[in-house]
């Protein structure tokens, strides 16, 4: 994964930075292994990716970095995939209503 930390060291500690460290949110690693298993890439993969499948993986990883994503719903795509947790997501949030 050293090719992994070369393409978020800019881009994900600079937004780390910005948020500060009060922030019980994921982080650089959890965001990307997030992001690889959302688009259903194995980590091994990911040095090898075609161009618009990383930059699909890179906004995503930015954005779990960036945007409020719940520790738990990045916990349930890594362990479970994205498709068992977009139905618990979608429950969740109807529940709430």
């Known amino acids: ?40 890439i194995a980590v091994s993969d990911y040095d090898s990716l075609p161009p618009e499948l990383d930059a699909r993986v890179q906004t995503l990883t930015m954005r779990c970095l960036t945007q409020p994503f719940e520790a738990a719903l990045v916990r349930c795509v890594i362990e479970r995939g994205p498709r068992a947790c977009r139905a618990e997501v979608l429950a969740a949030t109807l529940e709430q209503r």
């Not at 500690?13 to 259903?40: D, I, M, Q, S, T």
């Open 1 to 40: 994964m050293n090719g992994v930390w070369r393409k978020l060291a800019t881009s994900g500690l600079v937004a780390l930075a910005a948020l500060g460290c009060a922030r019980k949110a994921p982080g650089p690693e959890a965001c990307l292994r997030f992001a690889l298993a959302w688009e259903r």
